[in-house]
Nanobody, 122 residues
Framework: VQLQASGGGSVQPGDSLRLSCAVSGGIFDRYVMGWFRQAPGKEREFVAAIKWNSQTWYADSVKGRFTISRDSAKSAADLQMNSLKPEDTAVYSC?????????????????WGQGTQVTVSS
């Protein structure tokens, strides 16, 4: 199973970005998809996750600003990030697993994509 993340970039506070994670080599509809991020000098933290039935989970820090979605036709999970803040600056990585025991826990996921940098700065 391979995951390919894309869509990062440098933006100003208040701007929006959309990240995408394309999955290949597996059965996309069986996976819970998660997004995590890691800022310099900090531990990796949970951002959002979505189940095959579109049930979602969000970190408190992004609720109301970020939206996770999935598209079976594209075998991809997207993360729409609005009202970005400087504290959202991090490397964002996507993950997949058919049955993560805790969707918000990074070690629950077997498959990981490479990270994509998101920088929010004025």
């Amino acid at each position: 199973v391979q995951l390919q993340a894309s869509g990062g970039g440098s933006v100003q506070p208040g701007d929006s970005l959309r990240l995408s994670c394309a999955v290949s080599g597996g059965i996309f509809d069986r996976y819970v998809m998660g997004w995590f991020r890691q800022a310099p000098g900090k531990e990796r933290e949970f951002v959002a996750a979505i189940k095959w039935n579109s049930q979602t989970w969000y970190a408190d820090s992004v609720k109301g600003r970020f939206t996770i979605s999935r598209d079976s036709a594209k075998s991809a999970a997207d993360l729409q990030m609005n009202s970005l803040k400087p504290e959202d600056t991090a490397v964002y990585s996507c993950a997949a697993d058919s049955s993560p025991y805790r969707p918000g826990l990074s070690r629950s996921y077997r498959y990981w994509g490479q990270g994509t940098q998101v920088t929010v700065s004025s």
